[in-house]
Nanobody, 125 residues
Framework: QLRLVESGGGLVQPGGSLRLSCAAF????????IGWFRQAPGKEREGVSC????????YCADSVKGRFLISRDDAKNTVYLQMNSLKPEDTAVYYC??????????????????WGQGTQVTVSS
């Protein structure tokens, strides 16, 4: 069974850090681009970051640029999202997804066909 499993979410104070993991089971990640998305209550799902399958190019939303860093470890079949300087507005359920988006559409959820179950990130004092 092909699946993605996120972990690493939790409660953190503003200014703190978390590292999310996205592990693949039943297939190898290196053939896919992996995107991180988030959805806050009452808001649409938004693309946060993406790492390509070919040359590991990375893409980030402007709202997280300079604070979040995506990386992949193909030996562990896992993609990470390092989140620093967290803000209350980063609070959301974070999802990872596998797909083959075009470079200019990495943030579109419809470009991804396999999704994890999500992990909650709460930034609050």
């Amino acid at each position: 069974q092909l699946r993605l499993v996120e972990s690493g979410g939790g409660l953190v104070q503003p200014g703190g850090s978390l590292r999310l993991s996205c592990a693949a089971f039943g297939f190898t990640l290196d053939y896919y681009a992996i995107g991180w998305f988030r959805q806050a209550p009452g808001k649409e799902r938004e693309g946060v970051s993406c790492i390509s399958s070919s040359d590991s190019s990375t893409y980030c939303a402007d709202s997280v640029k300079g604070r979040f860093l995506i990386s992949r470890d193909d030996a562990k079949n896992t993609v990470y999202l390092q989140m620093n300087s967290l803000k209350p507005e980063d609070t959301a359920v974070y999802y990872c997804a596998a797909g083959h988006p075009y470079e200019d559409s990495w943030y579109m959820s419809k470009r991804y066909h396999l999704w994890g179950q999500g992990t909650q990130v709460t930034v609050s004092s």
